[in-house]
């Protein structure tokens, strides 16, 4: 009786460790949306994260990648994610603030002056990420954390050469209250426009001028469209990869690790991406017959100096102030 009891106990135990072995990561079928091609930045690293993910989670949790706008706009994959139909996305913080007007701290004119200055305040410390960490929770986000997506200037179907030169011109801004009040304050007339509408708004002239990173003209091949790119670089942009607030919640202790190991990985892998990639990129636009044109920043600057002022003047913007007077502090 001893024996057999002992037996028991111990297929017991045996069967307890067998299932804590098997369910040290839950094995899931995940999704992510993507309004990028497969060659962007951003997709090269959002690719790196779930081939990250699945590695570090011995295959268990696969995400099916729906990249080059698959599902939508970024503000649609936005929402279809705080209902959780989606569960991940990297989305530019311009379309985001559409829900979250918060982020439109990351679209103020000239507030990054350069790279390094993007990523000290992303990577130096966690004062940014851990207050859009509690914005987004409200909101029935998690935030994974911010790629780095390169500096955004001006292409269209003129020449820049000067301030002069957009004076008029009817420009498609993402959709943000403060980029259609930078481009108004540079005296253009803003329209704001989904990105996968951009291209057909070039073609048939709705729009004169576009404003958006010179990867992302490359990769998504406006050079067919318009042949003037002017590097401005208004604001170096960053993307949230977000994930629904349910699925984070769903997953267990070890589910949760490999997510934030992922993305530790694809942080450090998009930080050198993105350096490496802007050692080229202009020349592969050149090489498609863009002329690009560097126009002094000085005015453009200038000119857009009271956005800040109207931002701080909304509740988002009262709240957010604080972070805006970290980011311009960070040496």
């Known amino acids: 009786m001893v024996a057999y009891s002992a037996r028991v106990a111990g297929m017991g135990v ?56 698959a599902l939508g706009g970024e503000r649609e994959v936005a929402q ?16 985001l603030s559409t829900l ?33 960490s509690g914005v987004l929770d409200k909101k029935g986000l998690k935030l994974v954390g911010f790629i780095a ?36 304050a540079l005296g253009m007339i803003s329209t704001p426009i989904a990105f996968p509408e951009v291209a057909t708004a070039l073609q048939t002239r709705v729009i ?3 404003e958006g990173g010179v990867n992302t003209f490359y990769h998504n091949k406006f050079y067919d469209i318009v042949k003037n790119v002017a590097d401005v670089r208004h604001t170096h942009q960053a993307i949230a990869l977000i994930m629904a607030k349910g ?6 202790a070890a589910g949760k690790k490999a997510i934030t190991d992922a993305w530790a990985s694809t942080r450090d892998f998009n930080r050198k991406f993105i350096l ?9 636009v050149r090489a ?12 453009f600057r200038d000119a857009t100096k009271s956005v800040y002022e109207d931002f701080y003047a909304t509740p988002a913007g009262k709240d957010a102030r604080k972070i805006v007077d970290h980011i311009l502090a960070v040496k």
């Not at 990351?106 to 993007?118: K, S």
């Not at 498609?288 to 005015?299: F, L, N």
């Open 14 to 69: 045996a069967a307890l460790l067998a299932f804590s072995a098997g369910s040290a990561v839950l094995a899931q079928d995940l999704s992510m949306g993507n309004v990028n091609p497969p060659k962007h930045g951003t997709s090269v690293a959002a690719q790196h994260f779930i081939d990250k993910l699945a590695e570090l989670s011995g295959g268990k949790i696969k995400v099916a990648h729906h990249h080059s706008g």
């Open 149 to 184: 997506a390169g500096y955004r200037g001006i292409y269209g179907h003129h020449p820049i050469n000067s301030i002069a030169d957009v004076k008029g011109k009817k420009i498609r801004v993402q959709e943000d209250k403060i980029l259609v009040a930078t481009f108004k």
């Open 80 to 95: 279809q994610i705080q209902l959780g139909a989606v569960d991940f996305g990297p989305i530019t913080t311009a379309p």
């Open 288 to 299: 498609k017959g863009v002329a690009i044109t560097k126009p002094d920043a000085g005015p």
């Open 208 to 210: 004169e001028f576009a």
């Open 247 to 252: 699925s984070w919640a769903k997953q267990d």
């Open 100 to 132: 979250i007007p918060e982020m439109s701290v990351f679209q103020l004119p000239y507030i990054f002056r350069d790279y390094q200055h993007l990523f000290k305040t992303l990577d130096g410390d966690d004062t940014v990420v851990k207050y859009y």
């Open 276 to 284: 490496e990639e802007d050692k080229s990129i202009q020349d592969n």
